[in-house]
């Protein structure tokens, strides 16, 4: 066998994957509207209408409150949702820190419960052990594109009387038994940061068939004033959250390619499991039949759970990065990130310990990501991506 690239061996590949953002003449021609129409502002009403109401459609929500970026659309999202300081909100730990930080920001208590191994989603099964008297709300966070179980997570929130938020940052386009995301809980938010599939450099939006979370939501984030209401008339207090119209000229402009980008993921992916699964030591994740649509923003797959307790993590990235295969090691488990324990401590006088295992598992030892934009090569370079694989992980045999 070819010795590895990173003990001076061939490189399996060398070519470097689709660059992150594609965009043409027509992001050019949008801005320069919006430029040119000299309303630039969230108030200006050029682009940011046609946005909201595409965007919505797009997931079969009634309505679309644009925002500055996806933090503070959960933030948004949860107080219109009803939840306030000292609540509790239950969320995976497997997850961008945003989660969690969107409640702790007003004083809003992330409550952690283990994802499901072979998903890395919010286990339905384990959500109900850690509601208490002062639970108000489910994030589910649909990680890598993938939507949670959101038939079992709805039933369980309207059982007990909760709000569900889906955290969609990185789920654009994805679809629950043929309905999009965002609207199948009671509110959900969107990214538009500069690595999300939909990228506007920064940017965000919330979704909800509720006509009155959508006005709250939609106060809060316009200093409190009411949709028909006067310029100086301020029902609430709220910020100031509102997107410029030259992120809404640019969206706009991604949208148009949304389709054919998701169709094209959806292919390398399908492809790049199947050829993974041949692999010894190496596991694709599983998707539920539910998941009509993934949104691909991430590929993750997984060490071998016996070959991942014989090697270091660090050590099989840093040899498939050398073959050129560009793998990343993913996020620290939230219930044991520092600043979420401290902020927790700070408004509830107590150290919060969570157990999960499999969250904590998977960030140590097992999973690994591809970003979306390596999804958007060709099947040749999925081809690459399993022969650098299965090179490494068979060199530890
Ligand atoms: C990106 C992301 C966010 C935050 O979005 P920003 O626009 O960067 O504030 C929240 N949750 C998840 C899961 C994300 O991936």
Request: proline share 4%; net charge neutral; glycine share 8%.
């Amino acid at each position: 066998m070819d010795k590895l690239a990173i003990d001076g061996g061939p490189r399996i590949r060398t070519k470097p994957f689709p660059a992150w953002p594609i965009f043409d003449e027509l992001e050019e021609r949008l801005i320069l509207e919006v430029v040119r129409s000299g309303k630039w502002g969230g108030t200006g009403r050029v682009k940011l209408p046609e946005l909201e109401e595409k965007f919505a459609a797009l997931h079969d929500a009634k309505h679309a409150v644009s925002i500055v970026n996806g933090t503070v659309a959960i933030t948004i999202a949860l107080q219109a949702a009803g939840v306030l300081p000292g609540d509790e909100v239950i969320m995976p730990p497997y997850t961008f820190i945003a989660t969690a930080s969107s409640a702790l920001l007003f004083g809003a208590i992330p409550v952690f419960v283990d994802v499901e191994p072979d998903t890395m989603l919010l286990d339905p099964e384990k959500v109900e052990a850690a509601i208490t008297s002062k639970t108000k709300a489910i994030i589910a966070v649909h990680i890598a594109g993938s939507p949670a179980n959101l038939t079992r997570l709805k039933a369980i929130a309207d059982k007990h009387g909760l709000r569900l938020i889906e955290d969609s940052a990185q789920a654009v386009g994805a679809r629950w038994n043929g309905v999009g995301v965002g609207a199948l809980g009671d509110l959900g938010t969107f990214s538009f940061q500069s690595s999300k599939n939909i990228n506007a450099g920064e940017g965000g939006m919330i979704l909800t068939n509720d006509r009155e979370m959508a006005d709250h939501a939609w106060s809060l984030a316009n200093v409190g004033r009411i949709r028909e209401g006067g310029w100086y008339q301020h029902e609430t207090i709220g910020w100031n959250l509102r997107m410029t119209e030259l992120q809404a000229a640019i969206l706009l402009g991604q949208l148009s390619r949304l389709d054919g980008q998701m169709e094209l993921r959806e292919r390398n992916a399908k492809l790049l499991t199947e050829l993974l699964h041949d692999i010894p030591g190496a596991r694709t994740l599983r998707r539920d039949p539910q998941v009509t649509r993934h949104a691909q923003h991430l590929f993750m797959f997984r060490i071998d759970p016996e070959l991942a307790d014989r090697v270091n993590k660090n050590d099989v990235i840093r040899k498939l990065n050398a073959e050129g295969i560009p793998v990343s090691y993913g996020y620290v488990s939230l219930n044991r990130n520092k600043a979420v324990i401290k902020e927790t401590k700070k408004w509830t006088g107590e150290e919060r310990e969570y157990s999960c295992p499999n969250s904590e598992r998977a960030c140590d030892k097992e999973i690994l990501w591809l970003n979306q934009n390596v999804l958007l090569a060709g099947e040749t370079d999925m081809h690459d991506i399993a022969a650098g694989v299965r090179k490494v992980l068979t060199s530890f045999r």
